[in-house]
């Protein structure tokens, strides 16, 4: 179990606490909150997921660096002073530039979920999906879903995602906000808590 996904699930009880209030209040704006936390908490966590199994890739004997890890940039003076490093300050410094170097980019599409597994998965890109799915089908909620089916749920989550926080939930040339329901919240929210498991899980595999 890596420390990121511990902290995706303190980030992702948020969603839950929108799932009371609204069950109190009946405000559907706790309801739409979901669909941003649930997205952020994600997209948080996959960026320090990368950092973090990417410094246990470098950390490994012999070391392994995959193709992105390659290309991640570091200043030219900092790299002068790697040798005065000691092991644990070298392996922080390393950690903390892979997090620079990734953290404005957006993990929530599931092409950039699979750039960001590029980082730290040494498996064939064309088994990324299938890796994920298979640990989602673990769950016994998935059995009948393909690798395009999650790859979709996950587009049509993040779109939702951003029309809530672009549009406040109203389509090109509408005066009014999608309809939410509660259940569609939960799925969101269960749907999000469920890949981050499965790639948490894979990942923790193939780093072992």
Not at 66 to 87: A, C, H, K, Y
Not at 116 to 131: D, F, M, N, V
């Amino acid at each position: 179990m890596s420390e990121a996904i511990i902290r995706f699930r303190v980030h992702l009880a948020e969603s839950e606490q929108c799932l009371e209030n609204f069950r109190s209040t009946s405000h559907e704006f706790s309801l739409r909150h979901i669909w941003i936390i649930s997205v952020s908490s994600f997209d948080l966590y996959l960026t320090e997921l990368v950092s973090e199994a990417g410094l246990r890739l470098i950390d490994k004997t012999p070391r392994i660096l995959t193709q992105n890890l390659r290309q991640v940039e570091f200043p030219l003076g900092n790299v002068l002073e790697i040798d005065r490093m000691n092991s644990v300050e070298r392996l922080l410094f390393f950690k903390q530039h892979i997090f620079a170097s990734i953290q404005y980019k957006s993990f929530y599409r599931p092409e950039k979920i699979s750039e960001a597994l590029s980082y730290i998965w040494t498996c064939p890109a064309k088994e990324k999906w299938a890796r994920i799915l298979g640990r989602m089908k673990l769950t016994g909620r998935y059995s009948d879903k393909t690798e395009e089916d999650i790859r979709e749920e996950l587009t049509l989550i993040g779109d939702r995602r951003d029309l809530i926080a672009h549009s406040v939930d109203r389509p090109p040339g509408r005066s009014e906000a999608n309809p939410v329901r509660q259940e569609d919240a939960a799925r969101v929210h269960m749907f999000i808590a469920d890949i981050a498991e499965a790639i948490d899980l894979e990942t923790e595999a193939l780093l072992s």
